[in-house]
């Protein structure tokens, strides 16, 4: 068959990154299939574009993935699924074939895109075993109903939710993904690149959609099969950067450490970074990121009050952050920490303790985020209801953000635009760019105006 896989992210701010996902199913597909990529990250009119590579493909199957709900710049849900009805329409005019949808925007909640955007099969979660198997259930005309995760109408027309494959796949046995049809300006225009070293998060955090596209139990790539991607990736000239795309790379601690050790051992000279959690961190690990060529971590610390942290189900306290950012600090790793703004429950005034605690623990960077509900993007009434308490923080933010001057509030813009990144860039950096945002300000900006607390 000819399988037209089409990318459908666009998003390039803060960086364009690739469709590692898709480039993993497009690996698992047979080579007796014919696989294209349609990728419409740079395309100035994505419909055309789309439609140009359908007419010169030909396929029998096309395969959207779906990445992201909102937006990856952190500004919440826009007008994510106005586009992918644009995407379905500009297929159906030039094709029969049939329309998979999958990838980790889906994969959120499958049936309510089902009937939002009528594809003819969407996929949940992981697509390495599921697609293969579509393939040939499409061959045979039958089997669909054998297929885990596969979201399908019956021969009466009635949406159907199969149940999730009793296990989740080897990641050893998947074939690494092949970015030989890669776009050169993700190289050209940002040289960074994606990397996974595992599957899987153990935490509950409460409104996080990872485990349900990839399961709680971790489940690992041997290290020296990473670093084997790794040193593929740095032997590209255009590569500069890569991002350990894991959902948390230091759960689990040991498989972290491992990891990192190949790293040293095989000379891996390519800087890269990681999402970071408060648990699972300490000093050896630590020193292990900075001798691998960590440029920095993420920290995904959310709240800052262990009220809020608790009522997130974190499962760690301020303390926890505190320690890690002391350790980042001594190893000389630097920690950029990320907090959500305004979660369910939460007051003006828990937004406030929050901000008074940054100030307090004074990380190398923080991104500020406001808190928006997947479940918005198909229920407007939803964004409604919450229009109020948003618009207040945004208030408060705008109030402080000078006396915070390297703190990215995306929202408003600060320390977060397409031109500042672009000047970054051409000036040789290169890498999650909070990382370079603080040696850039104004001597005035970068003196911190003497701050003491929000509240
Ligand atoms: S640690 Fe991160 S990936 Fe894991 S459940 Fe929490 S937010 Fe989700």
Redesign the pocket.
Known sequence: MRVAFVSGNREQLPDGVIPLGLLYVMSATPERHERTLIDLCFADDPGEALSQGLAEASPDVVAVGMRNIQSGDYSGVKHTLDYYRGLMKSIRAVTDAPVVMGGAGFSVMPRALMETLEPDFGISGEGERAFPELLEALEAGSGFDRIGNLHWYDPDGALRGNPAPADFLDMDALRPPDRSQLDPRYDERFGIDSVQTKRG?????D?????IIEGRIGRKRAPGRVVDEILSIQERPGAHHFFMVD??FN?PKAHAKAVCREMIDRGVTLPWTC?A?PLGFDAELAGLLASSGCAGMEV?S?GGSDAVLERLR??FTTQHIRELHTLAQDAGVPDCHTFILGTPGESLDDVRRTLDFIVDLDPFSVIMMVWSDDAEAVNPELSTGRAELRDRIYELLAEHKDDFPWWSIPALGVNYDARLFDMLRKRGNHGPLWQHVRKFLPPTRRRRAGHSGVT
């Open positions: 998060c153990p935490l509950r955090c409104y996080c959609t990872y485990p959902s948390v759960l999402y959690n995904g959310d974190k499962g």
